[in-house]
Nanobody
Framework: QVQLVESGGGVVQPGGSLRLSCAAS????????MAWFRQTPGKEREFVAY????????NYADSVKGRFTIFRDNTRSTVDLQMNSLGPEDTAVYYC????????????WGQGTQVTVSS
């Protein structure tokens, strides 16, 4: 079955950087677009970043554009999210997803990794 395992979360000071990674298995990775979402308590899960199957098309939420970069390595079946200039508003559980739907949801989700931006 499809498995997505995120790693790299943690606590960082405002203005700092973190790199999240998602390892995928159980699918032909280079045939799937990938995305990152995030969720804070009491709020709906929100889209963060998208990358197509080949890596030559990306898309970002306005709130992270210019600060976050999504990468993929089809040889390792991984998708990373480089996050720079982090602020308290970026504090959330971050989820890797695939099997993306036009409705903004996805068929497959990772378990999530917590990112906390705090001084």
């Amino acid at each position: 079955q499809v498995q997505l395992v995120e790693s790299g979360g943690g606590v960082v000071q405002p203005g700092g950087s973190l790199r999240l990674s998602c390892a995928a298995s159980g699918l032909t990775f280079n045939m799937y677009a990938m995305a990152w979402f995030r969720q804070t308590p009491g709020k709906e899960r929100e889209f963060v970043a998208y990358i197509n199957w080949s890596g030559d098309t990306t898309n970002y939420a306005d709130s992270v554009k210019g600060r976050f970069t999504i990468f993929r390595d089809n040889t390792r079946s991984t998708v990373d999210l480089q996050m720079n200039s982090l602020g308290p508003e970026d504090t959330a559980v971050y989820y890797c997803a695939t099997g993306l739907r036009s409705s903004g949801t996805a068929d497959y989700w990772g378990q999530g990794t917590q990112v906390t931006v705090s001084s």
